[in-house]
């Protein structure tokens, strides 16, 4: 069984953790136009959002073993954490989604008629298996 966390709180800790990153980027890279990948960097590896930084700088801007090592760092304690809390948060949600199709009783089919009529921008990803519309 998953170990319970509130959901709420992953959320705000993630909402938090961007406010935070934002204005890191601003003060200690002075960027003022945040790319996409930077906003949401939760997905990245620590040289993934090392590259987009990297990007996201003036082209004659290079980085320097220490602003980088620095990155990483800066990875390792805002990126990750909340990264991980996002992976449990997704665990949570879908035992939460197998739980309530379990309690209606649903079949398979069921779930996956379910699935293929859903709106394209579900919360949550199709279970294994069942194929979802694609958000347009």
Known sequence: MLQYRPLAKFTTDAHAARRLLADWYRQGWDLERIPHALREPFALTADQFIAAIRKALPRTRRLTAAEIEHTRREH?????????????????????????????GLT????????????????????????APEAG
């Open 108 to 131: 398979a089919d069921e779930v996956a008629l379910m699935w293929r009529t859903a709106p394209p921008r579900m919360p949550i990803a199709a279970p294994a298996g069942v194929e």
């Open 76 to 104: 390792a304690n805002s990126v990750a954490p909340i990264a991980r809390r996002l992976v449990e948060a997704a665990r949570h949600e879908r035992e939460l989604d197998r739980l309530v199709n379990h309690a209606y």
